[in-house]
């Protein structure tokens, strides 16, 4: 929305200063983005006289010209035509830019006579295009600022042009009468009146109209109109061309110029026929489709049946609201004219618009919602000012509808107010601001005014009372503690568990992922998911159909896409949700790492080798160790059908599950593109059982003087016996004194059944004692062992091996 300063303050009487008025329109809301102000380029220029020219002794064009100046006189070479003695110009001194030649002006010499500056043309000050010689100016004091003289004899020359953005809930603020009655709520200046006089019908409209029955309740409401005979359809004067000209808008006719002048000044589009052009009368009606409109644009469309349009007997004159007809528009000898003032939907406005793909001022405006009041206030104001600058005569104003009804009201509240806005507001401030901005208040309720579609509710009135009192008088105040004192942890224990367990994968080399919480339905399937109950019903596409049950999918996905880009050894994971429904509570929390590929780079050493479960097991035992998992677990095989039945395994405390960990299944891998070795764990981090002292401190560390005993056992066992199940026996022969027990040899193969028998194998086992009150005597290291034997012969149905 652009504006010039002269045209804002037809409407707001003010003093204030241009800086002030460019500030409070951004604190109002209605951000100023661009101010075009002549004024600034010609700061510098002052005006001089010439109190002696003559011919150069080197140049019959140029003259030597003594000039008066505030600073004394002064020699300038000057080649304008006009230069001579007695005028009165406008002086650019040296090291004064010059904005139409684009130089910075310093001392020179021309045919060998210094010139100390120049005396410019209009063209040099781009004022206008004239150059054919300096500005002569019929007044003004030597020394004078060329802008002031400009602001009382030329103001048109310095007046700012104002471009703000306006946002789609303010269509008030389309017209400059809007804007104006903003800064007056303010306290910038006064909102100037607005006197409707209605203009006298000498004779009834030749032109009738009238509004199709189903476009009534929606389409258009209210439509208005009359005839204007005898007009003579010139140029418009210089002060409506020159405003029009300011904002980028051509002039073309005082007809067209005084309906684009409605449109943002009052923001009241309107439109004129030329009545000799129009067939019967003007009726509004929803197109049947396949007509062919020849708009002012130039462009020709092809309407959609039901679109809103204004016909008569020859067929459509114009698209309602939005652009008007070339078959019947005002010519330059147009003699009689129907304007037209009409309150349009905003939504039919806006379909057609689309649909069409033609934007205009009007439809603009009309789809934001324009004042449907001031429908015939606009026509008798425009009709006013078609006699005054065309002449003619005016006819008895004929229309059709009624005026919809959008009175309506709500509560203002100041303690609520204050208490919302977070200023002192006195409730006298707070309803003469509304009075201000055209509310209309009777005790606590307040009525907005109809040019203000955008209030809908108690909380509009408090942001227009915010709005106009300026948020940024808020001052920033610290919020009160709930208790006195230290202020408690803000993070949740489970919060503090997340970041803790981030931290600790990230350090042990892994590269975290951020995957979206939606997956497709066939993965969702592959891990566990899939059901109606994580279901979207508005997914934003075919591949984020479900919540996914799992994290693993996400990050499998992005190392099939890390693979096809050359990536082969990957180490990632993610900390985030997974879902086992859509309601709340149904979700629980992971950390899932992936391993893919090789566990290190090629090397002279031998390094580099496929990741396995062990390298997923000794990755999760750290991060399980870091936010405080027991040091003892129990692994089983209660396994989810996407782990490997064979090589993988879960860390429990009893039914409790903490963490799972092993390579992919094959099939997994198949289905989700990535190729193996691939190995991964999942922490479900809420199942690790919390501490139960509540302090920071940790337990004294317990440590031991005495000396540790290892013994080795070897067991023969079936060969389809799990070592797992070794491990745990052993581990349970004596809780207190065994610190450890590790598997150092199995013995299997064709070899080890010619030994042991067919079906057999040999697990060796490490066992570690640790006392902690006395020595052990080989009595006491006998009767452990004796424990441990007992233990895992039962637990795996073997015999110690001799």
Avoid at 410 to 416: E, I, N, S, T, V
Avoid at 492 to 518: D, H, L, W
Avoid at 655 to 667: D, T
Avoid at 765 to 772: A, G, K, Y
């Amino acid at each position: 929305m652009k504006f010039t300063l002269s045209w804002l303050k037809e409407h707001l009487d003010t003093e204030a200063s241009l800086d002030e008025i460019l500030y409070a329109l951004t604190d109002l809301g209605l951000e100023v983005e661009e101010v075009i102000d002549p004024a600034s380029k010609l700061a510098s220029f002052t005006i001089a006289k010439v109190v002696h020219a003559e011919s150069h002794p080197d140049a019959d064009r140029l003259r030597v010209c003594r000039v008066a100046t505030d600073e004394g006189e002064t020699q300038i070479v000057c080649g304008a035509p006009n230069a001579r003695e007695g005028i009165t110009v406008v002086l650019a001194k040296p090291g004064d830019y010059v904005p139409g030649l684009d130089v910075t002006l310093s001392v020179g010499k021309i045919r060998g006579v210094e010139s100390f500056g120049m005396m410019a043309s209009e063209r040099e000050l781009e004022l206008s295009d004239e150059h054919n010689g300096i500005i002569e100016l019929p007044s003004g004091e030597v020394g004078q600022k060329f802008v002031d003289w400009l602001a009382e004899n030329n103001p048109a020359a310095v007046d700012p042009v104002i471009d703000i953005a306006i946002t789609p809930n303010r269509p008030d603020a389309l017209g400059v009468r809007g804007i104006a009655r903003d800064l007056a709520a303010r306290g910038l200046g006064k909102l100037k009146p607005l006197a409707v006089t209605p203009v006298a019908g000498s004779f009834d409209s030749p032109v009738s109209v009238s509004i199709d029955a189903g476009l009534k309740a929606k389409g258009c409401p209210y439509f208005a109109g009359r005839v204007i005979r005898g007009v003579k359809n010139g140029e418009s004067p210089e002060w409506l061309k020159k405003r029009l000209e300011a904002i980028g808008l051509r002039p073309i006719s005082a007809l067209v110029d005084i309906t684009n002048y409605f449109t943002f000044d009052l923001n009241r589009p309107l439109h004129v026929f030329d009545a000799a052009k129009v067939a019967g009368g003007l009726r509004i009606e929803p197109a049947k489709g396949g007509e062919s409109f020849a708009a002012l644009d130039e462009k020709t469309y092809t309407l959609r049946e039901g679109q809103m349009v204004i016909v008569d007997d020859n067929g459509v004159e114009s698209l309602a609201g939005i652009m008007g007809g070339s078959a019947s528009g005002a010519e330059a000898d147009t003699v009689d004219v129907f304007l037209e003032s009409a309150y349009w939907d905003p939504i039919t406005v806006a379909a057609t618009g689309r649909a069409l793909k033609i934007n205009s001022d009007a439809r603009y405006r009309f789809e934001r919602g324009v004042d449907p009041a001031f429908t015939l206030d606009g026509l008798e104001l425009a009709t006013q000012m078609v006699l005054d600058l065309c002449g003619g005569e005016a006819s008895h104003v004929v229309s059709d509808g009624a005026m919809p009804q959008v009175d309506r009201a709500y509560k203002l509240d100041p303690a609520r107010v204050i208490s919302l806005v977070g200023m002192e507001i006195a409730e006298a401030t707070q309803r003469a601001t509304l009075e201000a901005l055209g509310f209309t208040l009777d005790g606590d309720m307040a009525t907005p005014p109809s040019w203000r579609p955008d209030i809908l509710g108690e909380a509009d009135l408090v942001e227009e009372v915010a709005r106009i009192a300026s948020l940024a008088q808020l001052e920033g105040k610290p919020m009160a503690r709930e208790t006195a004192g230290v202020p408690g942890a803000i993070l949740t224990p489970v919060q503090r568990r997340e970041k803790m367990a981030r931290r600790t994968i990230a350090g042990a080399g892994y590269n975290e992922c951020v995957t979206y919480s939606f997956i497709d339905a066939a993965s969702a399937t592959l891990f566990g998911g899939g059901a109606d109950a994580t279901k979207l019903q508005n997914p934003i596409s075919s591949e984020m159909t479900h919540l996914r049950p799992d994290l693993l999918p996400g990050l499998l996905q992005a190392a099939s896409r890390n693979q096809a880009r050359g990536a082969g050894d990957l180490a990632l994971f993610e900390v985030g949700p997974a879902f086992t429904g859509g309601e709340p509570g149904e979700q629980h929390l992971q950390a899932t790492g992936l391993l893919v590929g090789q566990i290190a780079p090629r090397d002279p050493y031998g390094s580099r080798r496929p990741v396995d479960l062990y390298d997923a097991k000794a990755d999760a035992e750290v991060i399980l160790s870091a936010i405080g998992a027991p040091a003892r677990m129990q692994i089983n095989r209660k396994l989810d059908g996407w782990w490997h039945p064979g090589r993988s395994g879960v860390m429990a405390l009893g039914p409790n599950k903490l963490c799972a960990f092993g390579e992919i299944h094959p099939k997994v891998l198949r289905e989700m593109g990535v190729k193996g070795p691939a190995v991964a764990f999942t922490i479900w981090l809420e199942n690790v059982p919390f501490p139960k002292a509540k302090g920071p401190s940790r337990p004294a560390l317990e440590m031991s003087d005495l000396q540790a005993v290892e013994r080795d056992f070897a067991f023969v066992v079936d060969a389809k016996t799990e070592v797992l199940t070794a491990v745990n026996a052993a581990l349970g022969a004596d809780k207190a004194l065994i610190e450890a027990v590790n598997v150092f040899d199995q013995f299997t193969g064709p070899k080890a059944e010619e030994q042991m028998g067919a079906g057999k194998k040999s697990i060796a086992l490490s066992v570690r004692l640790q006392p902690r009150d006395k020595t052990l005597t080989d009595k006491d290291i006998e009767a452990v062992s004796a424990k441990i034997i007992d233990k895992v012969t039962k637990a795996t149905k073997g015999s110690l091996r001799s």
